[in-house]
């Protein structure tokens, strides 16, 4: 029986994938969805669920869809959508008409008549899931704000309460020379245009008007034409990689509108376009929308928390929120010292078999399966420390512990501890040892900006 | 009972019952649904596995293409003057 003031998540024992390894594999999962191929799911062995309309048993496995029945189906999908918004507006309509200008009845045998119709469609089994699907999409965007899943709560948790805002000084401190160059490039670019954001809108909008006096300068000569076009374009790239926050901007609008939060256009986009270059730098893997989507679904907690409706793209990559950090009132009491990494000295020493865990004072030794750095070569997971919901600030001993996988950081990403799956004998030996004690963490800062596949790093929890 | 994310995911990517732009839009909305949010979906694309498509999909679009033609002919009607004003 778990010591109920110290429950450790489910999924944590017997070495079953961890929450935040769901959750990286789900984002792996994403990033690799484009191109969406759509063959029939392989029916793994899922609890068989009957269908609204109860076929009598499940239909042998069915072959892969050809590209034309693939056509036919999302044509006849999408045509019922369509009725489904229509039919009621049309409806509507008549029966305005009919109120004043035609016979009742004449109108209800139509109603009557069409109510039928849509009758025998809705009984159909794909449009009672289509049904469905649409009800619960509905429900999903309206209704953003609810808990998260268990296991995403946990794993983003673990992610805020490492999570700490470090200094302008502090982040060039820790940047390479490279990326120091290229924040004197980007913080240039921006003294340039700094308080002429109107001269890049009007450059803008007008943009089609000038090319198009432009190639009406070339009287017919394509080359001519063609001159402008490029010309233009390279114009555009110009700009764009100076002052890219519209599309910046766009791009997170995008991703966060589903959950209700609008992006407006703030004083210090610029700023949030360096700080987004430097997460481009630190994540050379990760396509651009990969990382506007890992930084909306981190920040999306922190709007929550902090009752946000409008944000901008400076809070989005500064991670402002009002809610103080789990971290604070983790950081009061501190009876065991948590040490990673062999050679202190290393600025970021890769976390590899053998190194030490000392906890209050007793060594563990990790089992790893060979050496090699974040996501590559070795998987780690996160030992997270979250409070238990409803229980007050600064009682440490009613932690939840979760051990999850971290792949690939998002914004502001901190490893509070790690550990690789073969290696959960350390972790569970260090949970034995620690179960239904006061336990408390102050993580410190790491001062990575933007934990990233292929980072190397170095915790410290003392 | 908790939900196998993986399975859902693989739901969520092969299901029929999905088109193409809506498997990116539930993947992206995944992280931030409820657990009850996310077992309504495993649910729902589980049935839609069951779903005998070959049989299914003609039934549905005759259904579909019936209402299309009571629809034509309610707006004809809408269109077309009253015959008893």
Partial sequence: ?462 | MPIDLNRLISLVKGSKLLMDDERKEWLAKMETMSEPQLKKLSDILERAEKVNWTQELPKYEAAVQATEGAVAQFESTLASPPSHA
Wanted: hydrophobic share 40%; proline share 7%.
């Fill in chain 1, 1 to 462: 029986m778990p010591d109920p003031d110290f429950r450790f998540i489910e999924s944590f024992e017997g070495g079953k994938k961890t929450a935040k390894e769901k959750l990286d594999d789900l984002r792996k999962q994403i990033e690799e969805l484009a191109p969406v191929v759509a063959p029939a799911a392989a029916p793994a062995a899922a609890p068989p669920a009957a269908p609204p309309a109860a076929p009598p048993a499940a239909p042998p496995a069915a072959p892969a869809e050809s590209p034309e029945d693939k056509t036919k189906r999302e044509t006849a999908i999408g045509r019922a959508d369509d009725l489904k918004r229509r039919i009621p507006e049309i409806v509507e309509q008549v029966a305005s008409r009919y109120k004043t200008a035609r016979v009742p009845s004449e109108y209800e045998a139509l109603k009557s008549a069409l109510d039928a119709r849509l009758n025998a469609l809705n009984k159909t089994d794909i449009s009672v899931l289509r049904t469905q699907i649409d009800q619960l999409k509905r429900d999903v965007s309206v209704a953003p704000a609810g808990p998260l899943h268990p296991k995403f709560e946990a794993a983003k948790a673990a992610v805020d309460a490492a999570r700490a805002d470090p200094t302008e000084a502090e982040v060039k401190d820790e940047m390479t020379p490279q990326e120091v160059a290229l924040r004197e490039q980007a913080d240039a670019g921006m003294g340039f245009l700094k308080g002429t954001k109107w001269l890049f809108d009007l450059w803008i909008n007008f943009q089609p008007v000038i090319k198009m006096f432009q190639k009406m300068k070339c009287m017919g000569d394509k080359a001519c034409a063609q001159k402008v076009d490029e010309d233009a374009k390279a114009l555009h790239d110009q700009f764009d990689a100076i002052h890219g926050t519209r599309d910046l901007r766009e791009r997170f609008a995008k991703a966060l509108k589903s959950h209700g939060l609008t992006v407006r256009q703030g004083n210090n986009d610029e700023l949030a376009l360096v700080r987004f270059k430097e997460l481009e730098a630190k994540n050379p893997t990760m396509s651009r929308d990969a990382i506007v989507m890992a930084a909306a679904t981190e920040y999306l907690k922190l709007a929550r928390e902090a009752g946000k409706t409008t944000v901008t793209l400076y809070g989005i990559l500064h991670g402002q929120k009002a809610a103080p950090s789990n971290t604070e009132s983790l950081q009061r009491e501190v009876p065991y010292e948590i040490k990673f990494g062999n050679d202190p000295k290393d600025k970021y020493p890769v976390h590899a078999k053998g190194d030490a865990i000392i906890i209050g004072g007793k060594t563990y030794k990790l089992k790893a399966t060979g050496t090699g750095v974040i996501g590559k070569d070795l998987k780690f997971s996160q030992l997270d420390i979250t409070k238990k919901p409803g229980v007050p600030p600064g009682t440490p001993d009613t932690y939840n512990l979760t051990v999850s996988i971290s792949s690939h950081g998002m914004l502001g990403d901190k490893i509070v501890h790690s550990e690789t799956l073969d290696g959960n004998v350390a972790v569970k030996q260090f949970l034995d040892d620690v179960k239904g004690k006061k336990i408390a963490y102050d993580v410190q800062e790491t001062k990575v900006f933007g934990m990233a596949k292929g980072d190397a790093y170095r915790i410290e929890v003392a």
